[in-house]
């Protein structure tokens, strides 16, 4: 069973910086194509934030790019979304996702707020 645990949300000033990790178990990441994270503000569909590739390919959505680094540590079989220069509106439930076998899998989200 594949199993994916987000961590590292929490509560920042604008401007500042978080890193989120999205720790995987039940399939090694190495196998694993697109690794993708998304979030969802409130009253907002979900939306995709960034992926990255096996061959560490990186693509990010227009309201984050210069500001978010995605990245893969396939030793620990982890994800990371270094997020700098936050913003109020960056404020949202962060997921992070993978499809195994023709099958998404999801992680439970890690909150983020953006507020003075």
């Known amino acids: 069973q594949v199993q994916l645990v987000e961590s590292g949300g929490g509560l920042v000033q604008p401007g500042g910086s978080l890193t989120l990790s999205c720790a995987i178990s039940?399939?090694?990441?190495?196998?694993?194509?697109?690794i993708y994270w998304y979030r969802q503000a409130p009253g907002k569909e979900r939306e995709w934030v960034a992926s990255i590739t096996d061959g560490r390919i990186t693509n990010y959505a227009d309201s984050v790019k210069g500001r978010f680094a995605i990245s893969r540590d396939n030793s620990k079989n982890t994800v990371y979304l270094q997020m700098n220069s936050l913003k109020p509106e960056d404020t949202a439930v962060y997921y992070c996702?993978?499809?195994?076998?023709?099958?998404?899998?999801w992680g439970q989200g890690t909150q983020v707020t953006v507020s003075s």
């Open positions: 039940g399939s090694s990441i190495i196998n694993i194509y697109y």
């Open positions: 996702r993978l499809d195994s076998r023709g099958t998404p899998y």
